[in-house]
């Protein structure tokens, strides 16, 4: 199994595949909600990130409990938090609020994960997807910025994508971990062979 420091990525699998489901019904919502207004689309983006940021309390508990690493879960959720907040306060604010707003976490979103794909992994397949997910994140923030009033969809773009993308790592970092079992448990069963082997030719000498 590749090497993974015990940072974000290595958070559970199942907390992924969540994240991925719920990017996804978000993401697919917004980009073909055609018929909703802009304050219902700027209310469920608000809540979609409110259900980001539990996930991510929830995920930083387990690496608590885990012992390998919360403070970047638990600062990941509170910024989550602060912007779904910022939209849902501030629905009768112009347009143009709500589109930095949103352009500049998506571009740092998917910067961060550019950085986490470089950083924390040496496996190609868990590498591309998060470098994949950030380049899109950095692209669609840039793309959010110039998109006039139609950047709720392109938001909704990035979140399929990032969903996409989190529902292929999660599944790849669950086989990783069932490799990585079934590697230690034929490890340990060979040191035990070779344990008994050892004790044997010890007990013949002894013997003699």
Same mark, same amino acid.
């Given at each position: 199994?590749? *090497?993974i ?7 559970? !699998? ?6 991925g489901?719920?990017? +996804? ?8 909600s ?8 700027i209310?469920?983006?608000? @809540? ?21 690493? !919360?403070? @970047?879960? +638990?600062? &990941?959720?509170? &910024?989550?938090? +602060? ?13 143009? !609020? ?11 979103r ?19 997807? !998060? ?39 999660? @599944? *790849?970092?669950?086989a ?33």
């Amino acid at each position: 199994m590749a *090497h993974i420091k015990r940072s974000y990525i290595d958070s559970h !699998w199942l907390i992924f595949v969540v994240k991925g489901i719920v990017a +996804v019904l978000f993401g697919g919502f917004a980009l073909f909600s055609i018929n909703h207004d802009f304050n219902s689309l700027i209310t469920l983006t608000g @809540v979609f990130l409110l259900t980001f940021s539990i996930i991510e309390f929830i995920n930083a508990l387990y690496k608590a409990h885990q012992k390998t690493g !919360w403070a @970047v879960s +638990v600062g &990941i959720a509170i &910024i989550d938090a +602060v912007v779904a907040l910022a939209l849902l306060f501030t629905l009768e604010q112009d347009a143009t !609020w709500h589109l930095i707003l949103l352009a500049a976490y998506t571009f740092l979103r998917g910067f961060f994960e550019i950085i986490s794909g470089f950083r924390t992994t040496i496996d190609p397949t868990d590498r591309f997807t !998060w470098v994949f997910g950030g380049m899109c994140g950095a692209i669609m923030g840039l793309a959010i910025f110039n998109s006039g009033t139609y950047f709720i969809r392109f938001f909704g773009v990035y979140l399929l994508v990032l969903g996409i993308c989190s529902l292929t790592y999660g @599944v *790849h970092n669950r086989a990783q971990k069932l490799e990585d079992h079934e590697a230690r448990v034929e490890a340990a069963a060979s040191r035990k062979k070779s344990s008994k082997r050892k004790t044997s030719k010890s007990a013949k000498k002894s013997k003699r």
